[in-house]
């Protein structure tokens, strides 16, 4: 069955840098693009960045474009995102997904449980 556990996640100061990790494992990881999403306090679920399978093109929401870079190591099936010059706004509950979500309709596909990360001073 399909497993998505994320890590990494937890407090930096505005400015600061965390990397967060998301290991695959039920299906063929390097068949697939990935993504990351996120959930900020009392906001909805919002999109943050996707990485092809083919030729590992990324895009980015305007939100993280400069900021944060998602790759991947098909080899260790395993997703990340590097989060760089973190504001209080990127504070939120961080998902990886199976596939570009973008395209796909809310609340399917298949999702971890999320890791936390909070940008306070």
């Known amino acids: 069955q399909v497993q998505l556990v994320e890590s990494g996640g937890g407090l930096a100061q505005p400015g600061g840098s965390l990397r967060l990790s998301c290991v695959a494992s039920?299906?063929?990881?390097?068949?697939?693009?990935m993504s990351w999403a996120r959930q900020g306090p009392g906001k909805g679920l919002e999109w943050v960045s996707s990485i092809y399978n083919d030729d590992s093109e990324t895009v980015y929401a305007d939100s993280v474009k400069g900021r944060f870079t998602i790759s991947r190591d098909d080899a260790k099936n395993t997703l990340y995102l590097q989060m760089n010059s973190l504001k209080p706004e990127d504070t939120a509950l961080y998902y990886c997904?199976?596939?570009?979500?973008?395209?796909?309709?809310?609340?399917?596909?298949?999702w971890g449980q999320g890791t936390q990360v909070t940008v306070s001073s």
């Open positions: 039920g299906f063929t990881f390097s068949s697939y693009s």
């Open positions: 997904a199976k596939g570009d979500i973008r395209y796909m309709d809310p609340g399917t596909g298949y």
